[in-house]
């Protein structure tokens, strides 16, 4: 299994301003996924993103609005930015097997809780 | 296209079982997984199972998928107030997207 933090844990940001959340995996993944989970819902896929190439966005989510980075195969940043109310979710990265792995598991993070006021 | 649905709502008392529902779509799954979400948490993976199996058991929790109806459960035997959550079922579609398509959540409350 792969263990996942995420940084930070939650935040209350004022509209317009972002906010860049951090997952850290104790192991190389090939691919890492970003979620939103909207209060009450279930989770949405927001980009995947492969180390090395850009990310690739779901539809209804943009790159200027989502910015993702993973400059390594156990590091991967989304940033939400100009932020607004609705963007207050949970946000999880998640991870498939790690290197090594023969089943197709994936593992989530504890998620970053933001509120946008 | 995708779809997966799940009832919203189970109550039980403690030690009984609990059966959590669900429904897809897309015969082309391959996997189908179930995550258990308690409060304020993330997601843990509970369980899964491969589309070329009908039953899967880990200890108190059985899988059942019938690939004719498209129809995976979870049961959880003598089911404990630490059960108390919200369980996701997902699928997995291996038609290089490799993301997972979450049903809605059904929330489990353990009555003692």
């Known amino acids: 299994s792969a263990v996942i933090s995420q940084k930070p844990s939650r935040d209350i940001c004022q509209r317009g301003t972002s906010l860049t959340i951090q997952c850290q995996v104790d192991?190389?993944?090939?691919?890492m996924f970003w979620y939103r989970q909207q209060p009450g819902q279930s989770l949405t896929l927001i980009a995947t993103a492969n180390q090395g190439s850009e990310a690739t966005y779901e539809s209804g989510f943009v790159i200027d609005k989502f910015p993702i980075s993973r400059p390594n195969l156990t590091f991967s940043t989304l940033t939400v930015s100009n932020m607004s109310p609705e963007d207050s979710s949970i946000y999880l990265c998640?991870?498939?097997?790690?290197?090594?792995?023969?089943?197709?598991?994936?593992?989530f993070g504890p998620g970053t809780r933001l509120l946008v006021l | 296209g995708e779809d997966v649905e799940q009832s919203l709502f189970l109550s039980v008392r403690e030690g009984d079982s609990s059966v959590i529902n669900c429904t897809y779509t897309d015969s082309s799954s391959t996997y189908l997984y179930w995550y258990k979400q308690e409060p304020g948490a993330g997601l843990q993976l509970l369980t899964y199972i491969f589309s070329n199996m009908d039953m899967k058991q880990d200890q108190r929790l059985t899988v059942l998928l019938n690939k004719k109806d498209k129809h995976l459960s979870l049961r959880i035997a003598d089911t404990q107030t630490g059960d108390s959550a919200i369980y996701f079922c997902a699928e997995f579609l291996d038609t290089g997207r490799r993301a997972l398509t979450f049903g809605s959540g059904t929330r489990l409350q353990v009555q003692p």
């Open positions: 998640s991870v498939d097997s790690p290197w090594g792995g023969v089943e197709e598991t994936q593992y």
């Open positions: 192991s190389q993944v090939t691919m």
